[in-house]
């Protein structure tokens, strides 16, 4: 099974932007539709973005729709999130994995955090 690697977080303040990165190892990324989910101290973990498996369609949860972008390189067997004019409620580990059905293993996730 594939496994995931994410990465790219960090400490910013608000209104700041950060790139997150997710790489899959194995040969059938370019297979699925990904995505992007958050996790929040003390919450459930949350979708946040999906990305067809072409790349060609993107879809987003209402909170960051405007703010974030989705993005991926088959090639490279890589899915991105960019982050823009991030909010202090933003603040949580993110995690990528398949989408709508999560089959792979879970990846540490990178942890963003974003000061007011």
């Known amino acids: 099974q594939a496994q995931l690697v994410e990465s790219g977080g960090g400490l910013v303040q608000a209104g700041g932007s950060l790139r997150l990165s997710c790489v899959a190892s194995?040969?059938?990324?370019?297979?699925?539709?990904m995505g992007w989910y958050r996790q929040a101290p003390g919450k459930e973990r949350e979708f946040v973005a999906g990305?067809?498996?072409?790349?060609?369609?993107?879809y987003y949860a209402d909170a960051v729709k405007g703010r974030f972008t989705i993005s991926r390189v088959n090639a490279n067997n890589t899915v991105y999130l960019q982050m823009n004019s991030l909010k202090p409620e933003d603040t949580a580990i993110y995690y990528c994995?398949?989408?709508?059905?999560?089959?792979?293993?879970w990846g540490q996730g990178t942890q963003v955090t974003v000061s007011s």
């Open positions: 194995g040969r059938t990324f370019s297979t699925y539709i």
């Open positions: 994995n398949t989408h709508p059905i999560t089959r792979l293993n």
């Open positions: 990305i067809s498996s072409s790349g060609g369609y993107a």
